[in-house]
Structures are given as C-alpha cells and as structure tokens.
C-alpha cells in the first residue's frame, strides 16, 4: 500500500529545479460564458512542453469549452491563454501553431487521404517537395502506406481516425489538441490506439492535451489529469494520485468505484485519525498529506483495497490498528482477471470489494450468503472533507 | 414462406411507380410530340396530316413511314429565328442563372448561419411569395416597373433620374422577373446541402490554417456543390422554356424559344412545326445532362 503521504510531492504545482522553467501553455483565469450558462469558471492551468495532459470530466462539465478556447473557435470573456509567453486568446484558429483533432474527425469528404493531410501543409506555403516527403512521413507514422488516393468514406473508422491524427500532426504544431479523439472506436481498437498515441505523444515529443470522459482512457494515455466539473478544474493530478488520493468526495466517486462511509473523528494519535461512523463503526485511518481541519469527514476506501476472509487477519503487532467489518456476501460478479463483491455490513449498508484472482483454483471464493470479515488499514483510507 | 416474400413485392411494385408515372405522363405524351413534329401541316381538325392509320393495314403503314419528312427540321436549321431563339434563350438561361446563383448563395450561407431556431422563420419568408399566384407577381411587377410606376417616382422623388426611365419592355425587366421568380428554386437546394454540412469541417480547415476566405473556396464550396448543381439545373432548365416573363416583360424585339413556340401553335397554327421545336428544345436540355451525367460517373469510377 503506498500511503497518500509518499503520493503527493512529485505532481503538484511545485517541482524544485524545473520551477523556474517557464511552461509551454498558462491559462490563467479562463472563463467563457454562453448566455447566463458559464461554461468555464476562472480555470487556471499550467503544461509543461513535452506532457501528455488529460482533461476529464462528465459531458457539459466545461473540458470541450476549454479545449476550443486553446483552438480559438471561442473567445474567453475573462483571463489570459499564454502560448510560449504570448496571449494567444483573441488570436485567430487560423494564426495558431496550435492543431486540433476533432470528434469525429471532420476529414473532408471531398479530398483524398493525401489531400487531406497535405491541407495544412499547403496553407504553410510549403514547397510541393517538402509536402510529399511530410506526407509520406504523416503516412508512415500512422501505418497507412498505400492508402494515399482513397477518399475518407472508403476507410474504416480506425483508418480515418489515424489520418485525422497524421492531418493534425503534419503542421507539427506546439501543442495538440484531442476531443474525444477514440469515442468512436470499439473497445478493443480503443485500448490499442490509446498506446499507438502515448508512442507517438513520446516519439515526437510533443504536448498533448486530450479531452475524454473516459477516467480509464484519460488514465492509460495521461502524465496529468485535471479534473473539471461544473466549469471549474477540481483536482489536477497525475493518474495515481488521482485515484488513491482524490480530493474531494466528488472526484473520488467520479474516478473508480470507492466505499464512503461519513463520520466524526474523534480523536488523532500521531498520524492516525479515530473516526466514528454511522455505517461502520469506529475506524482508523491515516492522515491526508494536508491536515484535517474539520470535524466531519468522509472516509474513503477503494474496493480493491477492502479484502474479505472468513476470521478477519490474525492479529499481531502491526495491525492492531486494523479496520474490521462484519457482513454478510450478497452478491458476487466474477469478471475473469477480479472477483467484485457485495458484502452487507452488520448496520445494513452495503460495501464493494474487490479482489484479485491470483490462483486459477478458487478454494478461497465466497459465495453469496457467506459470513465474512472486511477487512483494510489505516493506510488504505482516504480521508476526504469535502 | 419467409417474411421476406411479403415485403417484397409491394416495394417491387413501389420501384415500377416512378417508371410507369414516366412512361404514362412522358414518354406516351412525347411520342404524339414527336410524331406530330414529323408530320405536315393541312388546314384541317386537326391541323396537321395523320402519320399512321392502323386500319389502313400493312402496305399504308409502309407508304405512311416512306412519306415521314424531316422538313420541319430543315426548317428549323434554315431559318435563323429558331436559332436566333435558342441561343436568345440559352444567353438568357445563362446569364439569370449565374446571377440567382451569385444572389443565392449568400442568402442560402446566411440562412445556414443563422441560430437554429430561426432558420424555418427564414425558409417561411424564402417560400411565402408562392401563397401569391404567380401571374399576379409578375403583374404587380408591371405595375412597379410601368412609366408612373412606383420604381420611377420613388427615383424621381429621390432625384436620382429627372426623367422617367423606360423599364417595362427591356431586357433589364426580364432579368428583374426571372431573378425574382427563380429565387426561391436557388436558394432551397443550396440551403439543404449547407445547413447539413458538419461545422467542424469548416473549423478544422481554420485549424489547419486556411484563412475564412480560403475556408469558403477549399471546404465549404466544393462540399456545396450537389446543391450548386441542383439550384441550376432546377433553375436553367425551365428559364429556357420560359414563355410567360419574357412575354410579359421583355421587349418584341427578340424572342425566347418558348414565344416562337407559343407563336408557331398558336398565332401560326403549325403544330408540326411547333412540334419540331419542342422536340429540339428537349434535345438541347438533355445534353448538357447527359454530360455532366457521365462526367460524374467517370469520377466515381476514378475515385474507386
């Protein structure tokens, strides 16, 4: 278990040594109305040359909006977008060396795959020699050799999707800009081309800023995360801290599955805060990188992170401090590499664990009406006020 | 018996509908039109000589298709107002063509620009001059464009001419009254292909770096033109047969086909001559059809 403590330090604002190095986009104060619906709300963000960023959040949470202001399809009505020191925000699409990747692609129908990605090429006033080698280039990238002359309705959904990135890339802009760029993909061809894209991301060393709602894809593809809901950045992270120390109840229910029991805590030995439950009991857990202020907590446990076994762990020195719930089984989902279950605890509420299946033989399993023990430590929690 | 059996032949029957509605309201009527166009003129009821009598048996049959003539056509080529008139009406057909399409296109781009909600606001105002009868417009027309009419006294009064202009009985007047008529028949088509075009694509050519004008002339135009073709052949086809503007509007100086043919049925009494310039008329329409008809074939099998 890696105790939120050791998580924080290497991913927030500061970076000792790479501080004074200015980044490659500030967005300082971003805010965009649509009539009285403000869809961006004082967002503020910095990305370095080189990352991989993922903006995530629900649909109408504000990511899209922010991502074509970067564009310049939309104009904020407060704050400044900082390219390489210049405020970009009222500049043009078309005066951008910022490229987009649209939803569905948006190839145009009329040209052919070679067209379409010699397009931007020919608006840079590019020598038609110099097209035909970064087109072979963009071609060569995106495995698509041979198909120059096809017209985008003779592709399939995965071809067009990787001439809509090589036309993206060819301008070789400072920053790229992905919405949504795999929601069109089934599952299986999602999954590869999200690693097809960290290779390109790393082989060409450019700055990615991808728009998803999809937590996993968002966490597969993605150095940082920032987290939107409601036009405002909630959280920004990288994919670990995310998911074991999210900061608000919020975010730690939008990325995975987590058991939230709310209590009082009541008192603190060291690190570790005794909190009074409704749901649970009195449990303990470690205390957050930043001080708990208040009273009023939510506690917070990944299903993973809960184990079941028929008497609870032996108890010994180190984890007398061991959180323990009786509860019966009431549902089990096998889903082939986990075993998720349902346990319904003594006071009635129901908690999600989730457990590996490490050994092809299940003499261990639990099946439905089977009395256990839930069990998780202090350094499993996470402790969330808000 | 499959479920397949039952569905079928009612949408056999539903394909053969347009066929039959062609062949019953076209073809049949055309045949008469052709046949007449070979015929001689006799002062008769009706007034042209009987090609073929069935009754008449073989060998009449035989005599009448010896006595066929392409006179009518001859005539057609040797005397210089039907041609005058075709290439009057193919100029005319051009010209107001290209100007609905210069006048429409913006309308049809601004309509597709406008907030959804407004848009069937627009089409209503683009469709509602068809609840007036369209002889009354072009009289109300008249009525405008006449020596006292409102044109010339609202110039008058505004001092921009100190004479009244003639407007009534020129080409200027013809133009005005097809442009108007035709409008809507431009505007329509052209506005279906652009209010369905997917706004990223003109937002990924910005992306890309083409600037506004080079969006419209690179993304927006080429993926308009199914409607382009549309509004002009929608438009240039029926200007060319046009009889009613030209008639009521443009001078007697010099006659679009449709008049020479109105004139030939009518003042003439020449129903095989007539006939013979409406069959040309449809060969000098279909043409220019077929080849861009095959000209769009070669292209699909070059995209293939």
Not at chain 2, 9 to 34: E, K, S, T
């Amino acid at each position: 278990m890696v105790a939120a403590a050791e998580l924080a330090p290497p991913t927030g604002a500061f970076e000792p040594g790479k501080a004074v190095e200015p980044p490659l986009l500030r967005i300082e104060g971003v805010a965009k109305n649509f009539g009285s619906f403000r869809a961006v709300n004082g967002v503020s963000l910095d990305i370095r040359a080189g990352e991989f960023f993922a903006l995530l959040g629900p649909s109408g949470c504000g990511k899209t909006t922010l991502l074509r202001m970067l564009a310049g399809f939309e104009t904020p009505d407060e704050g400044r977008i900082l390219l390489d020191g210049r405020d970009i925000a009222r500049v043009l699409p078309h005066e951008r060396p910022v490229n987009m990747m649209f939803q569905n692609y948006a190839l145009f129908p009329h040209l052919n795959v070679r067209d379409n990605i010699a397009f931007g090429l020919k608006r840079a006033r590019m020598s038609r020699a110099e097209i035909a080698v970064r087109v072979a280039e963009m071609m060569a990238l995106v495995k698509l050799e041979g198909l120059e002359k096809r017209k985008p309705d003779q592709l399939s959904g995965g071809q067009r999707q990787r001439v809509a990135l090589a036309r993206s890339l060819a301008r070789r802009p400072k920053l790229l800009l992905l919405d949504e760029p795999l929601a069109a993909l089934d599952k299986k061809l999602r999954e590869s081309t999200q690693i097809e894209l960290m290779e390109v991301q790393r082989r060409l060393g450019m700055t990615f800023i991808i728009v998803t709602h999809d937590q996993e894809e968002a966490m597969t593809v993605a150095n940082r995360i920032g987290v939107m809901d409601a036009g405002r950045l909630d959280q920004v992270a990288t994919p670990r801290e995310l998911y074991e120390a999210p900061n608000s109840r919020w975010i730690a229910e939008f990325v995975g599955d987590i058991n939230l029991f709310q209590g009082e805590v009541t008192s603190r030995v060291q690190s570790d805060l005794t909190i009074a439950t409704r749901e649970a009991g009195t449990l303990t857990a470690s205390e957050p990188h930043s001080a708990i202020s208040k009273t009023m907590v939510f506690l917070a446990v990944r299903p993973e992170k809960i184990k079941l076994s028929r008497h609870g762990p032996a108890a010994d020195g180190e984890g007398s401090a061991i959180n323990r719930l009786g509860g019966v089984v009431t549902d089990v989902s096998y889903l082939g590499g986990t075993t998720t279950y349902k346990v319904k605890l003594d006071s009635g509420v129901v908690i999600r664990s989730s457990m590996a299946n490490t050994t092809r033989l299940d003499k261990d399993s639990h099946g439905p009406g089977q009395r256990v023990v839930a069990w998780f430590t202090p350094d499993d929690c996470v402790v969330l006020e808000q | 018996m499959s479920a397949r059996n039952i569905f079928t032949r009612p949408a056999r029957l539903a394909a053969i509908a347009p066929y039959l509605w062609m062949v019953l309201f076209f073809l049949v009527p055309f045949g008469f039109v052709l046949k007449i166009s070979l015929s001689q003129t006799v002062i008769a009821q009706p007034p042209y000589a009987p090609v073929f009598d069935f009754s008449a048996g073989w060998t009449a049959l035989k005599a009448a298709f010896g006595a066929l003539s392409l006179d009518n056509f001859r005539l057609l080529v040797s005397d210089d107002l039907y041609v005058l008139s075709y290439a009057r009406s193919l100029v005319v057909a051009l010209a107001s063509t290209a100007m609905l399409l210069l006048i429409g296109y913006p309308i049809a781009y601004g309509m597709a620009r406008l907030p959804r909600r407004w848009q069937p606001v627009a089409m209503m105002l683009v469709i509602v001059p068809f609840w007036t009868s369209f002889l009354i417009r072009i009289y109300a027309w008249i009525n405008i464009l006449q020596h006292d009419g409102l044109l010339n006294r609202v110039l008058l009064a505004l001092h921009v001419v100190s004479q009244p202009v003639v407007w009534l009985s020129t080409d200027s007047a013809m133009y005005l009254g097809i442009v108007y008529s035709y409008l809507p028949f431009m505007i329509l088509p052209l506005y279906a292909t652009l209010a369905k075009m997917e706004p990223a694509l003109e937002e990924a050519g910005a992306d890309l770096g083409a600037s506004p004008f080079e969006v419209f002339w690179l993304v927006t135009f080429p993926l308009s033109l199914p409607g382009v073709g549309a509004g002009v052949l929608l438009c240039f086809i029926p200007i060319v047969g046009e009889f009613v503007i030209p008639d009521l509007l443009a001078g007697s100086d010099s006659l679009m086909i449709g008049q020479t043919l109105w004139l030939e049925f009518f003042t003439n009494k020449d129903w095989p001559v007539a006939s013979a310039v409406a069959v040309v008329l449809l060969a000098v329409l279909l043409l220019p059809l077929l080849v861009y008809d095959r000209l769009q074939r070669r292209q699909l099998e070059e995209a293939r």
